[in-house]
């Protein structure tokens, strides 16, 4: 009998066609970082380096039997969620998460593709602070993310501290306000743990337009290090130097926003400081 001792994760997101962000960034992430990865398809998209072309819902009952699958057989040791589409598929990703135990929780608020597109519809983003943060251990909201997860715009860093907290008090135990959107030389993501701890990480911007699936990759890559054991702040500080790692060294495909590198090796230069 299989004791499942080898490190699994799953990713509760939507597939990119172009292999740059959701299921497929995050799978490829797993990968490097030595867990086992696994994948709960919630909508499919048809996208590349220059935008999404369409979207499609996979029907909640199908997202069900997936859950129903994964947890009839694998012993996951984290999760995350990405892409979810709706409220209806909020309503049945937060219902089955509920039902299984697949560990700490990453939920990556994801609305809105670099280019514009729609991820989630609007009207989701209610169920998402009421139902879905509650159960989530980290919760990795972009500026214009977390700027609709508070209801107020992010234009100073005590604004951006404020807005931790008070997503915090949402019920996610960590938070996390990435800084990617800000325009200046550096690129400084607010951390707010559950143990009051508050601090920056801090790394050299890089001038470059390949940056699609940066979020996904950041927190595919915290939930394998939670999956593997590694305490909340290490696996965040592990997140920030895989990223940081996959922007700087850059490959080339398609025409548009290119993806990042995930074969990329943990860049270490990241300050880390304090509030
Ligand atoms: N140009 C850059 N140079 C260095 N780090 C970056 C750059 N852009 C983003 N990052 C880092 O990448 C991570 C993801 O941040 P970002 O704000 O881009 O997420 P996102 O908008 O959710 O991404 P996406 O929607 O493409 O998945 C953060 O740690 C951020 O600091
Ligand atoms: C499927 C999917 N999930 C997330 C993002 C955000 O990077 C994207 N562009 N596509």
Redesign the pocket.
């Given at each position: 009998m299989s004791i499942n001792s080898t490190p699994q994760v799953v990713s509760i997101a939507g597939s990119d066609s172009g292999g740059g962000?959701g299921l497929q960034a995050d799978l490829k992430t797993f990968q490097n970082r030595t867990v086992f990865g696994m994948t709960i398809v919630v909508a499919l998209t048809a996208q590349n380096t220059l935008g999404v072309q369409g979207s499609y819902p996979i029907p909640t009952a199908f997202v069900e039997e997936q859950f129903k699958s994964l947890a009839a057989d694998f012993k996951i040791g984290a999760a995350k969620t990405g892409m979810l589409f709706d409220k209806e598929h909020v309503k049945c990703v937060v219902d089955n998460l509920k039902a299984v135990d697949f560990g700490p929780l990453v939920v990556?608020p994801?609305m809105i593709?670099?280019g514009g597109h729609t991820l989630l519809d609007t009207d989701a983003i209610d169920l998402i602070k009421t139902d879905l943060l509650p159960i989530a251990y980290v919760v990795?909201p972009?500026?214009p993310?977390a700027e609709v997860l508070v209801g107020y715009p992010l234009t100073n860093d005590l604004e951006i501290m404020q807005a931790a907290q008070d997503i915090q008090s949402l019920g996610v135990k960590n938070v996390i306000i990435?800084?990617?959107?800000l325009l200046e030389s550096q690129?400084?993501?607010y951390i707010l743990l559950e143990s009051g701890e508050r601090y920056w990480?801090v790394?050299?911007?890089?001038?470059?337009v390949k940056?699609?699936?940066?979020?996904?990759?950041?927190s595919a890559c915290i939930a394998a290090e939670l999956a593997k054991g590694q305490p909340i702040k290490e696996a965040i500080l592990t997140?920030?130097q895989f990223?940081?790692g996959a922007?700087s060294n850059a490959i080339d495909v398609g025409h548009g926003h290119g993806p990042t590198n995930h074969w990329a090796q943990l860049e270490e230069t990241i300050s880390v400081i304090e509030e």
């Amino acid at each position: 009998m299989s004791i499942n001792s080898t490190p699994q994760v799953v990713s509760i997101a939507g597939s990119d066609s172009g292999g740059g962000a959701g299921l497929q960034a995050d799978l490829k992430t797993f990968q490097n970082r030595t867990v086992f990865g696994m994948t709960i398809v919630v909508a499919l998209t048809a996208q590349n380096t220059l935008g999404v072309q369409g979207s499609y819902p996979i029907p909640t009952a199908f997202v069900e039997e997936q859950f129903k699958s994964l947890a009839a057989d694998f012993k996951i040791g984290a999760a995350k969620t990405g892409m979810l589409f709706d409220k209806e598929h909020v309503k049945c990703v937060v219902d089955n998460l509920k039902a299984v135990d697949f560990g700490p929780l990453v939920v990556d608020p994801v609305m809105i593709a670099k280019g514009g597109h729609t991820l989630l519809d609007t009207d989701a983003i209610d169920l998402i602070k009421t139902d879905l943060l509650p159960i989530a251990y980290v919760v990795t909201p972009n500026i214009p993310e977390a700027e609709v997860l508070v209801g107020y715009p992010l234009t100073n860093d005590l604004e951006i501290m404020q807005a931790a907290q008070d997503i915090q008090s949402l019920g996610v135990k960590n938070v996390i306000i990435k800084g990617g959107h800000l325009l200046e030389s550096q690129s400084r993501d607010y951390i707010l743990l559950e143990s009051g701890e508050r601090y920056w990480l801090v790394s050299e911007r890089l001038e470059t337009v390949k940056t699609h699936g940066t979020g996904d990759t950041f927190s595919a890559c915290i939930a394998a290090e939670l999956a593997k054991g590694q305490p909340i702040k290490e696996a965040i500080l592990t997140g920030k130097q895989f990223i940081q790692g996959a922007i700087s060294n850059a490959i080339d495909v398609g025409h548009g926003h290119g993806p990042t590198n995930h074969w990329a090796q943990l860049e270490e230069t990241i300050s880390v400081i304090e509030e």
